[in-house]
């Protein structure tokens, strides 16, 4: 059955709710293709494969791996001590801290150790989600189960999420909750509780921000937005109703994320994010990357390619439907193609100077998300429209365009077998011919499909075929782009290194790697060697700032590296302890402790004074403190180094035992961090800032224990303001399917 809404455009059906074997039938649909298409990274020995290696393997799995014994342990994992000398773990957006299906896949694999087949799992699963999202927003549109079918299919599984986004797992974790979020939104243009479609559309915004990649919730926010307001007026509804609704979505998005957002937003105002050169923000593709569209083999651009048949229906649907159902789709993938080219457009320029958010980010290719839902969408509605049935106006132009992709594809090819014609150097010369044929027997094979659904009889085969065409098309374009056959957890190979260094020492330190590629600094934690470097794209200003001074000596005094791990010969200062293959693990012969006092005090006016100080070559962090605050107590005079002990260690709270026979600065090589709180003999005392990036704490004389806990604020409003918001709409929802009594 079917509830009819009328507009100023005439009457438009909406179906109700699918049968619940239909949605379980496409949902099986959708997992049966989620499962052929990554049956390598969950296939036995010897046909497993791995995620390439690259952000996946070196970012995402080892925080989701640190979070994971974090939650076990039973500590919400908000610091991480082992990389960049301490750091606002939850803070940092990417490590997608409190993101639902993060936590399920902690609970179910997490507790001794996560496998890396468990975040496989987690990145597998959310194709099938992708495509069942879509799937409900076109069968929203069209009421037609095939056309949502093809829709899903394209979106999961086309060029865009197959690509960078499985390697990049917070861009493809929030890439798929923009289908969603435009399901809410059209089911409060045109359910009969407006409401809960908008908390619905907030409800998966929320989700794509905890999710963990703000780009992809930057373009995902203002498409929604756009939706609703074109989608609204087409329909009729007046601008104070569409008001409403922005307000409620965003209201509901923000509120359900502020447990991400306010720690996020506090962490960013100390980074080094706070904004992009133009010419850094504006990368994207340059203009012949745009072949990629109907050859994926060109430069390896896979993430423009959508497939032969849905560029065929999408076509097919703006040449036969009429401009208010077409229109925005249309738009949206020419606003983001042409996005995706980045600064070498005028639209790239409008949107950096006046749209709050896109100085923020780079990679504007990314863009090419809201094509690949824009083309699957339009590919559903192109379906809908008639391709399987004999009169369809379509049909004729659409032909013509296939056999001409045919003769043109088949024409490419010869002239590059004769070799009359040549291909630039960015390109991959030995691919394309190979692709230039697969396009040719596409392009075929859509004209044949095109030709027989066209007949007077159409076939009952028809709609199988269909699938088992689109199937083919983006199988033989996007499979295995990710993965590889040797498993590159670098784990392996460092394991005796770690075992050696355990067995070196008893106190606290720290590993400088020689480069990432060496010891990728994020399995510190994986393997218990804490670093002074990081691999993801928020760092605290001040850290990043004494990093790219390149004086390694003073990094390593400052922040107790005790061991160097290198290929090439030892420096002055540094004994070779032990080789692991051709890597060599370098001793430090002269280095601080984790935690130390001093009794000589230098106060800085600025920042900038400090950093020089700490860069003075006669300066030693062991005999003087740089502050930037003059010291209540005092006098500080200089003598006899007071005697300091680490009692307690971990990754939110640290004890230490000093005794001073006169006033000191006790320092602690820990990054400063407005987060943490301090104690002395239980009595709360402040913490300064000491080196330009560390941390001190007043010692008076006498015998004291300090007590340091991160214990940030911005987590505690955050979650509050969370639970608030989702108290709120679980009692806008239960309150709008409560039966009003007369």
């Not at 709050?356 to 980010?361: I, Q, R, Y």
């Not at 700490?614 to 740089?626: E, K, T």
């Not at 300091?644 to 026979?661: C, F």
Request: glycine residues 8%.
């Amino acid at each position: 059955m079917r509830s009819v809404t009328a507009t100023r455009h005439g009457p438009t059906a909406y179906p109700r709710s699918a049968p619940w074997r239909a949605v379980l039938g496409t949902v099986l649909f959708f997992g049966g293709l989620t499962a052929a298409f990554f049956w390598p990274l969950f296939a036995p020995p010897p046909w497993r494969q791995y995620m390439a290696a690259g952000d996946f393997i070196n970012q995402f799995y080892p925080f989701r791996a640190f979070a994971a014994a974090e939650w076990w342990a039973r500590r919400p994992p908000l610091w991480n001590p082992y990389i960049f000398a301490g750091h606002p773990f939850a803070a940092d957006i990417q490590t997608a801290v409190f993101y639902p299906p993060a936590w399920l896949t902690i609970l179910f694999f997490g507790r001794d150790g996560l496998p890396l087949t468990a975040l496989e799992l987690e990145m597998a699963a959310h194709y099938p989600l992708a495509a069942f999202f879509t799937y409900a927003l076109v069968q929203r549109l069209t009421g037609q189960r095939l056309a949502a079918v093809v829709a899903g299919a394209v979106f999961a599984f086309g060029g865009f999420l197959t690509s960078y986004p499985a390697q990049q797992l917070p861009m493809l974790e929030s890439a798929v909750w923009l289908p969603l979020a435009l399901y809410g939104l059209e089911r409060g243009l045109t359910g009969s509780r407006p409401p809960l479609g908008w908390i619905g559309a907030g409800g998966a915004l929320g989700l794509a921000i905890l999710a963990g990649h703000p780009q992809t919730v930057l373009l995902s926010a203002y498409t929604a937005a756009a939706y609703l307001l074109v989608r609204g007026r087409l329909l009729g509804h007046a601008w104070r109703h569409l008001g409403a609704g922005l307000l409620l979505t965003g209201t509901t998005a923000l509120g359900l994320a502020a447990v991400q957002i306010v720690p996020t937003v506090e962490f960013f105002l100390l980074s080094t994010r706070q904004g992009l050169p133009y010419a850094v923000a504006g990368h994207g593709y340059d203009l012949k990357a745009l072949v990629g569209l109907i050859l994926p083999e060109w430069r390896g651009e896979r993430a423009l390619y959508v497939g032969v048949l849905p560029l065929l229906l999408a076509t097919g649907a703006l040449r036969t439907l009429p401009l208010a159902r077409t229109g925005f789709w249309g738009g949206l993938a020419l606003i983001a193609l042409v996005l995706s080219l980045g600064a070498t457009t005028p639209l790239f320029w409008l949107l950096y100077h006046a749209a709050p958010g896109f100085a923020l980010f780079r990679d504007q290719e990314r863009a090419m998300l809201l094509y690949n839902l824009a083309m699957a969408v339009l590919a559903g509605l192109g379906m809908a429209a008639g391709a399987s049935q004999p009169v369809w106006p379509a049909r004729p132009l659409l032909l013509r365009l296939a056999l001409s992709g045919l003769a043109l594809a088949l024409l490419a090819w010869g002239l590059l077998r004769t070799g009359l014609v040549g291909l630039p150097a960015d390109v991959q010369t030995d691919q394309i011919p190979g692709g230039l044929l697969r396009l040719a027997a596409l392009c075929l094979a859509a004209a044949l499909w095109l030709w027989w659904t066209g007949r007077a009889a159409a076939p009952r085969l028809a709609p199988a075929l269909l699938l088992g065409l689109l199937a083919l098309d983006l199988w033989t374009a996007h499979y295995g782009h990710n993965f590889q056959t040797a498993n590159p957890d670098p784990r392996p190979r460092l394991l005796a290194i770690a075992r050696f260094i355990h067995a070196d020492i008893q106190e606290p330190f720290r590993v400088r790697g020689e480069t990432d590629a060496l010891f990728p600094p994020n399995y510190a934690a994986l393997l218990n060697l804490p670093t002074i470097v990081g691999d993801t794209p928020l760092v605290l200003e001040r850290v990043q700032r004494l990093l790219d001074t390149k004086e390694e000596w003073r990094l390593w005094q400052l922040l107790n590296v005790k061991y160097a791990l290198a290929r090439k010969d030892p420096e002055p200062g540094l004994e070779v302890a032990f080789r692991q293959g051709d890597i060599r693990v370098m001793r430090m012969i002269y280095s601080l402790p984790r935690a130390w006092a001093v009794r000589r005090v230098e106060v800085a006016t600025s920042p900038t004074e400090a950093l020089a100080r700490v860069l003075r070559p006669d300066y030693h962090p062991g005999d003087i403190v740089v502050l930037e605050e003059p010291p209540t107590i005092g006098p500080i005079v200089p003598g006899d180094r007071p005697d300091v002990r680490i009692v307690y260690y971990s990754p939110r709270r640290i004890i230490v035992d000093a005794v001073a026979d006169a006033p000191a600065i006790l320092v602690l090589s820990e990054t400063y961090y407005p987060g943490w709180r301090a104690w002395r003999d239980d009595q709360p005392v402040p913490i300064l800032r000491a080196n330009f990036v560390t941390r001190a704490l007043e010692l008076p004389p006498g015998r004291h224990r300090f007590t340091l806990v991160y214990d940030p604020w911005s987590v505690k409003v955050g979650a509050l303001l969370s639970g608030l918001t989702l108290a709120l709409a679980g009692g806008v929802v239960l309150a709008s399917r409560w039966p009003v009594r007369p």
